[in-house]
């Protein structure tokens, strides 16, 4: 007996560690192969992203024939949760962890939420419209399920990618935050241009067998990706796992991260920026369609030329970090870029002309491009080493929840123009106030950043320099901030 | 069984590492398990297959 449990044990030593999840050294070289792998969580963001907002939206409507409120409703649901993105940084940054894991936990539980309202998602809404014996259902059942299924891949994804963006920031240094950064946002973009595609070609011949096909494949792909991306990324930190439970309340932590200079002001000029680039999210191929009559595949068009116009923004923003360039200025470059933008958009149906609507497009995607690079590399580089979590919680807190209510806000305003008696004699009037309040937006939050273009913004290196406070997180070990 | 906390067995843990990793385990059989309970329910209610 003992014999058997000699072998058996030995082999289980012999195994080693290179099965183990996670990384049994903090290397100080990340290679780029690392990040890219990394990176693949944002394209299961994406993923998510499209499907809910674009397939999922038209599907339900056309096909299933629930009433269009009732979808922009549940759709609707996962941003809820986005305030508790902050929440849910600052529990990842105080994780106590027996293994010294703090990021890995809470991205696991995420990637587990997200699959769960996946896999159960299509059979909510079959339910929802009544398929087969489901007409003599309570309605709440297909109501309810179809809520739980959108509140689980939405808190999902909130917690995806505020841990996984924090866990981007614990592993590399900071003089290549930007290019990070820049490839945070090139996989989003990707995996939402690739999955749009990918849901186009496989819901083209829709059948109710088919759509849980599609919807439980993005459950699997989701767990893969994710699983791909978080393999062996974060190191087992064997002094915080040690260290005492640090007892940290959210609202010391919080009132801390608002007391450092510049931090709110740099949230509210994320709002506002955030707000006045995404009403033309939804706007442009409407706007497109009835005021320019472009065709529908035209105008699909014009929502790819506002991504490329990203790329190309965050291809220049990263190239500009790299070289020691303030994020505050690149961002504040991309809004004074926004603004023309808008009020071309508007000039081009003055005009009639298709060719001015498709330049300005260009030119706000590039503007959105840079705003949302910069930001997001001002967030990583102010955030203390201890409170990375927080920090981009509370960035994605307040960018998703900025998106959300100005797509809404747009929408209702456009609608309520549309209503107005004498409304419908000129085609552009419905769309002048939203683009010229995004344009009013944008410039806003440039004079909002004004006072923080020549670094007024705590950085971590007066962290190190001037006030060493004791970190909550226990002895850092697996990055040294460069001093 | 060892009471002391430091000891790491041959799988390369210690006591309370193996339970952290149990622990996720316990979790997400738990989860899971829910999933596919309330989408057994929803498939049942749209194609009744007892009965």
Known sequence: MSKYKRFALGKLAAIGPQWLPFADVASAE??????????????????????????????????????ATLVAVMLALPL???????????KSDTFRSVLGLRRLPYIFKGTMYQFGGFAIMPFALLVLSGYGEAV??????????????????????????????????????????????????VMLLVGMILSAFAYGALLETYSPGRLIQVIQGSAVVTIVLNGLAMWKQEARNRARAQAPQPVVRFADAWARLAARRGMMRLLAVIALGTAGFGMADVLLEPYGGQVLQMSVSQTTRLTVILALGSLVGFGLASRWLGR????????AVGAAVGVPAFLLVLASAVMGSVALLIGATLMAGFGAGLFGHGTLTATMRSAPRDQIGLSLGAWGAVQTTAAGVAIAIAGVIRDAMLL???????????????????????????????????????????????????????????????? | MSNDPDKVW?????????EEVHSYLIDGTRVFGVIALIAHVLVAVSTPWLG
Not at chain 1, 324 to 331: E, N, R
Not at chain 1, 422 to 437: E, I, M, Q, R, S
Not at chain 1, 456 to 472: G, I, V
């Open chain 1, 420 to 483: 107005a008696p004498g409304a419908a004699a000129n085609g552009a009037g419905p769309y002048v106030p939203v683009f010229a309040l995004e344009a009013a937006l944008l410039a806003l939050a440039l004079v909002v950043a004004w006072p923080l273009w020549h670094g007024r913004l705590d950085s971590r290196q007066d962290d190190a320099s001037l006030n060493k406070r004791p970190t909550a997180g226990g002895p850092e070990t697996l990055v040294t901030p460069k001093a």
């Open chain 2, 10 to 18: 041959p799988t390369g843990l210690t006591l309370r590492e193996a």
């Open chain 1, 136 to 185: 003599n259902a309570p309605r709440w059942i297909g109501l309810g399920a179809a809520a739980l299924a959108f509140l689980l891949v939405g808190a999902g994804v909130h917690i995806v990618q505020t841990v996984g963006l924090a866990l981007a920031t614990d592993l590399v240094p900071e003089e290549d935050q930007p290019k990070v950064v820049g490839l945070m946002y």
């Open chain 1, 30 to 67: 990340v290679p780029l192969s690392r990040l890219l792998r990394l990176s693949l969580f944002q394209m299961t963001v994406g993923m998510a992203l499209v499907l809910m907002v674009g397939t999922l939206n038209r599907v339900i409507i056309v096909e299933l024939k629930v009433p």
């Open chain 1, 324 to 331: 020691g360039g303030q994020p505050m200025l690149v961002a």
């Open chain 1, 80 to 90: 809820l949760f986005a305030p508790f993105r902050a929440l849910i940084g600052f």
